[in-house]
Each structure stands twice: as C-alpha cells, then as structure tokens.
C-alpha cells in the first residue's frame, strides 16, 4: 500500500468517526433543545397563551396600553368626532346631500370595537388556552408532544451504513426546529404588541383606502391565536411513530407550514376583495364603453339617408334627434337598437 492509500484510507476513517460522533450526540442535543427551550418557553400553555395583564411582560402592556389610549387614541377619538360632526352640520345647513344613515352605524361600531379590543383580546387568549390545554395534555407520558423524546422517537438514526444518511436526517430535523423556533418567537412577540396597536388601527376600517390595513392586523392577531392549535396536531401524531423518519420530518414540516398555510388563506381572502373590486370595474368600465359605441353606431346610421321606393332615398339627416333608454321589444325595427330607440 503506496503513502497516497494510507493517507486516504485515514481521511476517510478520520470522518466516518467524526459523522458517527455527530449522530450519537445530535439526538441527545435535538431533545435538550426541544425540550429546554421549544416546548418550555414557546409550546407551554402558559406562554403559548399568556396573560397579556399580569406578570412582569403583562404589566408592561398593560401600561402602555393605557398610557396610548390616555394620550393619543381619545385625542384622535375625539378629533374623529368633531371632524364628523363638522360634516353633518354642512350636510344639514348647505345641503350637501349626503346619506349618513349607514355611516354612523359602522362608525358607532368601529368605535366600540376600538374601545374592548385589549379587553376583547384577553378573551381570545383564555377561550385559545382551554382548547390548547386539551391537547397539551393529551396521550401522557409516552405521546405527549411536550416531550422532546417522544417527537423524536421515530427517527431512524445510527448503524453501520446509515452513518451519512442519519446525519443528513438530523441536520433536516434541526432546520425544521429552527423554523419552529423563530415563528413562535415572532408569535409570542405578536401576542404582546398587537393588542395595543389594534385600537388605533381598528379606526383605520373607517377609510375605504386604509381598511384592508385594520383588517390584516386583526387577521394576523387571530391566526397567531389558532397556530399552535393547528400544529399541535402533527406534532401529537409524530409521537406515534416508529422507526419512519421521513414521516417524523413530514409532521414536524407540516407543524412549521401552518402558520404560511394560514398566511395564504389570509392573502387568498384580501386577493379576493382586489380580484372581485377589479372586475367590477372592468366589467363597468366595458359597459360604459360598449353603451358610448352603441350610441355612436345609432347616431352614424340614423343620418343616412333612408331607402325609398325608387333606390336611394331622398331624406335629410335627422340632427338634434333624442336617444332613451327603452325595453328590448320596444319600438320599430326601423328605428331601434337593442338598447335605444331615437325620437
């Protein structure tokens, strides 16, 4: 055996050691980390679902909130008010003809919303924790998603063979962890922010412009509520698993896809309103061009002169002629569309 071969032949054993090392110790490590971070501080009910009023976070919100709502929601409140109440004295005094019936519903309602938003919150968060709870607790001890050893079971890791392979697996299952990690950061992040914002952006559903914006912050404070419901689920099932790690990945991948899959169904609703509004206009704008055509045709042929007996008729073109809108089966065919007939 020539230098190259034992050379190589070292490389080679040097890093099956070193891959056969990171498969014994990753599991260990993907448990520890599950269980010392994921499921305690972000799959916990109480953290999952907190109490956005007590506690040393809690206070904090609410504190601030109070604080905005003293400080800028009443002035803007009353600013609303007295810009509306501006426009109905005009109306009634110079007779702008505007109907306020439905404004003042829809304004009555939207401030009452923006007023037991925080508080209306704080039921969300209870109802969202007594449906959690039930499956936080569901399948103790062996299928408890809490637990970083049973979600982790099924892998099929170790062997002779398999060295590479249960690497490549436990890399995969460490990127998906991440994932899971940083939306449920950015989830609990969103539970204690959004209530505060949420007063102010309900006013904004007031502007036709601006509403989609209100709206969207609502959307996302109660998707954020349903995800861990949702991704509770697969994570339960995977705990059933055994010796399937591709089913493993497939469940925690489909924990980690609710909230995108939530997401999507929030952006198909809002793409909804912007498809049905852009057809609508277009649909208007074609029968406004398809009636000014129409109009135009019918002028074009009314002032032909019309046949007579001996060939080319003598008549005058008919100027100043009047065009209504009449029903289908209205007039002559002589002198209607299927729209108009001239006068």
Partial sequence: MDIVSIIVDAIVRALSYIVSALVYIGKPILVSLYDNYVSRYLLSPQYAFPSIVNG???????????????????????????????????????????????????????????????????????????????????????????????????????????????????FVFLFLMIYLMLFLSLRAAIIYTFPVLVPIFTLLMLIPRTKEIGERIWFTFIDSLAAPILMAIPLILSTYVRNDSALVLGFLALADAMPTMLALSQSSRHATGYLGRSVGTGMGASVSYVGKGARSAKTIAHALPKPTEGGIGKGEPVIGSIRQLSPLNSGSDNDSSMFFKVK
Wanted: hydrophobic content about 55%.
């Fill in 56 to 170: 040393s976070i809690g206070e904090g919100v609410k504190s601030l909130y109070y604080f905005l709502m003293f400080n800028i929601y009443d002035p803007v409140l009353t600013i609303i008010m007295v810009v509306v109440g501006l426009i109905i004295l005009l109306n009634s005094s110079i007779q702008l003809n505007m109907d306020f019936r439905n404004f003042w519903i829809k304004l009555l309602l939207l401030l009452i919303l923006s007023n037991i938003s925080f508080f209306l919150f704080q039921d969300f968060l209870y109802i969202g924790s007594l449906l959690y709870s039930q499956l936080w607790d569901y399948g103790f001890p062996s299928h408890n998603f809490s637990s970083g050893s049973n979600v982790l079971a099924g892998l099929q890791i170790g062997g002779n063979a398999g060295s590479i392979v249960s690497l490549l697996i436990l």
